[in-house]
């Protein structure tokens, strides 16, 4: 059987993961690199000649954008280079799984999915959380009504990396800040809780001296449970931080038991509590989790589809609509915007 061919554009730190990643699946391989920054796709190429003999080096992405072998392209350059990258593959009819954040902004994924509609091509935020198995039993649990109807979530993550001032994270040029970089998984798993984006939200910033977050906490109303004897307004609690570390533990409470999750984003295990019993979903880790994004490209590109069931569009822009409704509150605008 013929093997599904992935190449990279951005050759950087996530590219190498999302490669190791893929060793774990079988039926998949690394077609080639593309970079912009010269010796740096040899470089890449070299170090996974062992596992991937026949990968190829691409002196640009337009020059990868004309490989038509190319099965599907991961995209892993800098935040304000996905919408542009993203929509020279679609407008060539290369599949395209994109990094998160997806784009800048709400517009932006606006535009990379119109151009994946106007070409017929699939078109995948990589929110790798979304596909882990534990995420999946999650978001099964809630389904299936485990827990009953939610109430509220609580979510902290929180990393050190905001080591110097001159890194992507700290850049207002490049879409750098907490919300950017680590706000989304929280709120993306949010969206997937609830199904919707927030009816309401209240947040606080602390910000690093180049204007983007550091750091902010968040109040999120998703609803109101009308109980008989009082009103229950569901919401959400999200402490998200680039300069310090933080539990990384999401707890989702129902009206029948509780969820939770620690190191929600990338987690070996999840606990479910109900009044009658306990349960602890622990499938083991299969490292280095990157696979499971890419075995739902693989799925989905070889069945003819356009877009993930499980990372539908329709709600990679909602997610970039609340990121935009929070740095709105901050009047954080990256440079590209002004
Ligand atoms: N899923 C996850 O767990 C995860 C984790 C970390 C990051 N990410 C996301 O992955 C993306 C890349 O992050 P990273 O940490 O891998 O970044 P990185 O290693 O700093 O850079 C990735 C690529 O971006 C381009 N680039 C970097 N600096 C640039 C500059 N000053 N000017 C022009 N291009 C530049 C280069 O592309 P060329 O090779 O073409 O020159 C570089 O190889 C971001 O969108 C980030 O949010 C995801």
């Known amino acids: 059987m013929r093997t599904f061919r992935f190449a990279v554009a951005g050759a950087g730190v996530i590219a190498h993961k999302f490669v190791d990643g893929l060793s774990a699946l079988p039926g998949a391989e690394l077609a080639g690199v593309a970079s ?14 062992c596992l991937y003999p026949r990968a190829a080096v691409y002196h640009s ?10 099965d599907a392209v991961y995209i892993a350059n800098m935040n304000t280079q996905h919408a542009e990258t993203a929509m020279l593959f679609l407008s060539n009819k290369i599949p395209v799984i994109c990094e998160k954040p997806f784009a ?80 989304v998984y929280p709120i ?47 919401i959400a609690h999200l402490s998200v931080a680039m300069d310090r570390t933080l539990s990384q533990t999401i707890e989702i409470t129902g009206t029948g038991g509780v969820i939770c999750i620690h190191d929600f984003w990338a987690s070996d295990s999840a606990c479910l509590t109900t009044r009658a019993s306990a349960e602890v979903y622990s499938p083991g880790w299969i490292p280095n989790g990157y696979q499971y994004e890419a075995q739902e490209v693989m799925n989905m590109v070889t069945a003819g589809k356009k877009e993930s069931s499980i990372m539908p569009l329709s709600e990679t822009i909602s997610i970039m609509e609340t990121l935009d409704a929070m740095r709105n509150q901050w009047g954080l605008v990256f440079s590209q915007e002004k």
Not at 40 to 47: D, L, S, T, W
Not at 138 to 166: P, Y
């Open 188 to 234: 993306s798993y949010l969206s997937m809780i609830f199904g919707h984006p927030p009816v309401e939200m209240k947040s606080i910033v602390s910000k690093v001296s180049t204007g983007v977050d550091a750091s902010f906490d968040a109040l999120l109303k998703y609803g109101e449970l009308d109980r008989p004897l009082s009103q229950i307004h569901q």
């Open 61 to 70: 992405y337009q020059e990868l954008a004309q490989d038509s072998s190319i």
């Open 36 to 49: 912009h920054t010269p010796g740096r796709a040899e470089e890449f190429v070299n170090e996974y000649s």
């Open 104 to 183: 800048l902004n709400a517009g932006q994924a606006k535009d990379m999915i119109e151009c994946a509609r106007a070409h017929d091509t699939f078109l995948m935020e990589a929110m790798w959380t979304r596909f882990h198995p534990v995420t999946r039993k999650a978001a099964d649990w809630i389904r299936t009504g485990k827990i009953g109807e939610i109430v509220s979530v609580k979510a902290n993550f929180g990393m050190d990396v905001l080591t110097s001032l001159n890194g992507r994270t700290a850049a207002i040029d490049k879409g750098g800040g907490a919300l950017l970089d680590l706000g």
